[in-house]
């Protein structure tokens, strides 16, 4: 605690230089911790955000979903920077970064699929603005404290454990940091299956709809049942999220082994996102049980995140 105490003093030292002018903004960059200047551009996320959600159409909070992506992606360029500029560049960040420009693009194009960069509102959001009877003081309160600060920071502290690779610098890689690689990357290729087997199987249900036509590889029963059941989704009713916890655990742990800490200050990231995502998902499947009668059912079968021994869904047979 005392030296995360002398870190923070010194760091706010620094702070307070750069807003006297005792020090100019490049120098202030240099000097202070890369997570610093994360902060400070997680603030201008902040700022950006609160604002979106009071002009134009009123309570709208989907600018954090937009920007969702690019968050993590700005902190992980600014520690690379942080470290090319001081003349010890991360080598293991070098190697992550191209890989979570993919998992980036590939959230953004899953966005905007949905209609998300178009005017499309996510149901979670209509969902809490009617559970606050579309009050506008609680709205306004819930648009600054959860909406533009938490979750921007939440997924800037997502990025946490990348702090121990960035004090890794230059350091010569050895056979656990390849292993640590191929897993983020495998893990980042999966939430990617995992995705492309929701919007096949929402393609599916939805030429079902307009048409009456079955695709092939999907029963009926399947696409009137209203929710995806297949691949990943038979041990996971939300294998994408729980995939999502995973590569931001493996960084933590990838941190650890390269700073020999196995439990460490970083570890706020993850825990806090962790959370986020446990409790998100209890909130979507609160819409789903509503939505859909057989999802009950399909709760009592299959593990909300975590693929459980013995809990599987068997599609029932055909008449």
Known sequence: MATLARFVFSEWELVKACISGDIVFYDFYLTSHPF????WIT?????????SCHIGKKHDFTLVDKL????????????????????????????????????????????????????????????????????????????????SIYQPLMLINNTMPECMLWEAGSSSLNFGDYAFLFLYIGLIGFEYLCDKYQQDYQIAKAKYKETGEVTSGYRQAQLERGFC????????RHPAFFTEQLIWVSLYFWGA??????????????????????????FTELISAERYPAYKQYMVHVGMLVPLPGKIWIEPKAD
């Open 43 to 51: 603030f201008g996320f902040m700022v950006i955000t609160f604002i």
């Open 257 to 282: 082994y390269v700073s020999g800490k196995p439990i460490n200050w970083t570890i706020i990231g993850p825990l806090v996102f962790v959370i986020f995502v446990v409790n998100s998902s209890r």
């Open 68 to 147: 969702w992506p690019a968050i993590p992606l700005s902190c992980t360029v600014n520690y690379i920077l942080h470290g090319y500029l001081n003349g010890n560049i991360s080598y293991r960040l070098s190697l992550i970064l191209p890989f979570q420009t993919i998992w980036a693009y590939h959230l953004a194009e899953l966005f905007a699929r949905r209609g998300g960069y178009s005017g499309f509102e996510d149901h979670r959001w209509t969902k809490v603005k009617a559970s606050m009877n579309h009050d506008p003081v609680k709205l306004f309160f819930f648009s600054i404290f959860f909406v």
């Open 229 to 236: 059941t297949v691949g990943p989704f038979a041990y996971s």
């Open 36 to 39: 610093t200047s994360t902060l």
